[in-house]
């Protein structure tokens, strides 16, 4: 079994930072991908940040500037440093991954269960 958890969400006021932790456990042989979404109430899930196992990211425009993504791959760990938040940066934020496990061939996609951040102006 493989699961991801996320941390570290939770209530910050507009400009505020927070730290998203996701880590990855159980039966993994290696982790490809990594990437953060989130779903706001009434709307799609959307990405928010990726990253390629040798360390490319990728970002929305809306958080460009503002987050990073980053990732230990020693920890199968992801991390989101979000700074400048925005009340529009409400959501629930979701880890996702690409990985291989040892005892099944190909490559699977999981998700977290998400972690929900709320920003008040």
């Known amino acids: 079994q493989v699961q991801l958890v996320e941390s570290g969400g939770g209530l910050v006021q507009a400009g505020g930072s927070l730290r998203l932790a996701c880590a990855a456990s159980?039966?993994?042989?290696?982790?490809?991908?990594m990437g953060w979404y989130r779903q706001a109430p009434g709307k799609q899930r959307e990405l928010v940040a990726h990253?390629?196992?040798?360390?490319?990211?990728n970002y929305a425009d809306s958080v460009k500037g503002r987050f990073t993504i980053s990732r230990d791959n020693a920890k199968n760990t992801v991390y989101l440093q979000m700074s400048s938040l925005k009340p529009e940066d409400t959501a629930v934020y979701y880890c996702?991954?690409?990985?291989?496990?040892?005892?099944?061939?190909?490559?699977?996609?999981?998700w977290g269960q998400g972690t929900q951040v709320t920003v008040s102006s």
């Open positions: 990253i390629t196992r040798a360390g490319s990211t």
């Open positions: 996702n991954a690409d990985l291989l496990r040892f005892e099944v061939p190909g490559i699977y996609n999981y």
């Open positions: 159980g039966s993994i042989f290696s982790i490809n991908a």
